[in-house]
Structure formats: C-alpha cells, structure tokens
C-alpha cells in the first residue's frame, strides 16, 4: 500500500482531546478547510574554496494546524481564547418607549441592574439626560413630560437563562490539546481509504479575528495551532488504512 498514489479533497473532521485530563473538549466535524503543516530548520557546516555546504543538521522538528471555519461555537471560541464560560451576561440594552399619560412613569420588559438608567427624550439621544428613579422594573422620571411623549432608554440588563458567556482576560491562556484527525483519500483504482491523523501536544495560538458583515459571504475564522512534541518526543501520526 505504501506505493499507492491517492489524492484529498474534502475537509478532515477533528477531535480535541484536552492534553491534561484526557477528556473530549471539541468535537470539530464543521470545518471548510484543515491544513497540517510540518517544519524544521536546517544548518550546515561549510568549508574549503567557494564556502560550499558540507554537512547538514536538521532540528527544531514542529509544524502548525489551521482550520478555516464558517460555523462557529462558543466552545470553539473558548479552545481559542483559554477564556472561562459561564451561564449569565450583562450588557446595556436600548428601548424606545413612552411615557404614561401622567408623563412621569416608563414600564421597562426587564429589572435593570441598579444605577444603569439613563433616559433621553425622543430627538435628543444620548443629549440631556432626564432624571429619574428607578423601582424595580417602574422609571419614574423627575420632572414630568408631555403625556404618552416617546423617551429613549438604555440600562444594563442581567441575562441568566440559556446564555452562553466566554469571559477573556488577560491571564487566558488556550489549553493544549490531542488532536485526532479523520479524512478519507482516493487512490487511481478508485479506491476510499480511511486517513486518521494524530497530533501529540497542539496549543491553539490565542488570535482570533471575528467579523461581521452584511454583504458577501457569512464570516469566517482562521484558528492557527502550533504542534508541539509530547513526552516521548512524538508529533505526527498519519495513518492511511486499506480495505
């Protein structure tokens, strides 16, 4: 089988194995593009009339693995970033609402946290603020306005259920991982053999680019990892199985 000729064309589905405890973190069968490459750095010793090289040293064996991908998770956006998940966010939300016909009381859909209300009136976004306060989820303004008037409202709103939050700092580092690889080749006789990769020890590089667009095609991130030797000096497995 060794002298078979075969070809690649479609995607290899991933597997991240967390390189510590062992555990499945990233099953990743959603990928457009997956890419191994394998590096090393050559020096040579040179002598005699001309500097020509005599002798090779190779070392520095490593390489890296990128994925291009147009589906994201947030799992995804956690093996990147080493960031924590969690199960509640808070972020400053904007409601265009009106006033009661008293002119003084705004019903908000949600509690907002304390001390995040601020109100405009309609035209003046974001320019005078009217003072109010604030009773659960009733703003009750100061100074009353014309009955039934429209008001701008922004305040921070506190998100529990089915929330998926990945919170980055400047101590996120992205876990090493075991990465098992599954793609399939064609040789001449039309055959489809079964191709498995293994990579030892991968640490996803903390970069990601996210984009948002509404024209062209759906965005897409580019995770670049670097392979690194495990224990036993291992890399790179590449395993072709025959029928």
Not at 65 to 93: C, N, Y
Not at 182 to 189: A, G, H, P, Q
Request: a negative charge; charged letters at 25%; hydrophobic letters at 35%.
């Amino acid at each position: 089988m060794s002298n078979k000729k075969m070809v690649n064309r479609e995607v290899c589905d991933l597997i991240f194995v967390d390189y510590s405890t062992r555990k499945p973190f990233l099953n990743l069968d959603f990928a457009n593009v997956t890419t191994t490459e394998l590096t090393g750095e050559s020096v040579f010793a040179y002598g005699g009339k001309g500097h020509p090289k005599r002798v090779q040293f190779a070392g520095e064996r490593g390489g890296t693995m990128t994925i291009e991908t147009q589906i994201q998770t947030a799992r995804l956006w956690q093996l990147i970033t080493g960031g924590e998940a969690s199960k509640s966010a808070k972020f400053v939300t904007r409601v265009e609402t009106a006033v009661d016909e008293n002119g003084t009381s705004i019903t908000l859909a949600d509690a907002p946290v304390a001390g995040s209300v601020a109100v405009y009136a309609d035209g003046d976004d974001c320019g005078q603020e009217l003072a109010c306060t604030v009773a659960d989820k009733v703003v009750t303004l100061m100074t009353p306005i014309t009955g039934g008037s429209k008001v701008i409202v922004y305040y921070m709103k506190e998100v529990t259920d089915k929330v998926e939050r990945i919170n980055i700092k400047s101590t996120s580092f992205p876990k090493n991982f075991v990465v098992y690889g599954d793609t399939v080749m064609k040789t001449e006789d039309d055959e489809i053999l079964p191709y498995k990769l293994t990579a030892y020890k991968v640490a996803p590089q903390g970069n990601m680019s996210l984009s948002f667009s509404n024209s062209g095609d759906p965005g897409s991130i580019t995770i670049t990892c670097d392979l690194l030797a495990d224990g036993d000096d291992n890399i790179l497995d590449l395993v072709l199985i025959g029928e």
